[in-house]
């Protein structure tokens, strides 16, 4: 399989550890961490022209990410 950018340990490679004890602690981050990773694989995926998508798809799949590793981020820090 090809590498992936974006993955959240490599977004934030010194909460690693706490990213792995979260998932299993906090639904709420689990959901959240899974999301991320599903609509990063499906922007991958476009970009790699895999499953090509429009630009408007590309976009809002993009905020879409940007929202959700905010999100999780602020989980992370807070």
């Known amino acids: 399989m090809a590498h992936t950018?974006?993955?959240l340990a490599?977004?934030?490679p010194d909460h690693v550890e706490k990213m792995s004890e979260m998932k299993v602690s906090n639904a709420h981050f689990a959901r959240l961490f899974?999301?991320?990773?599903?609509?990063?694989?499906a922007i991958h995926r476009a970009?790699?022209?895999i499953?090509?998508?429009?630009?408007f798809n590309m976009?809002?799949?993009r905020k879409k990410r940007m929202h959700l590793k905010d999100e999780i981020y602020g989980m992370l820090t807070g």
Not at 34 to 41: K, S, T
Not at 51 to 55: H, L, S, W
């Open 51 to 55: 499953e090509p998508t429009d630009d």
């Open 10 to 12: 490599e977004e934030f």
């Open 5 to 7: 950018p974006h993955e």
């Open 59 to 61: 976009e809002d799949m």
């Open 47 to 49: 970009e790699t022209d």
């Open 34 to 41: 899974d999301e991320y990773h599903e609509i990063n694989r």
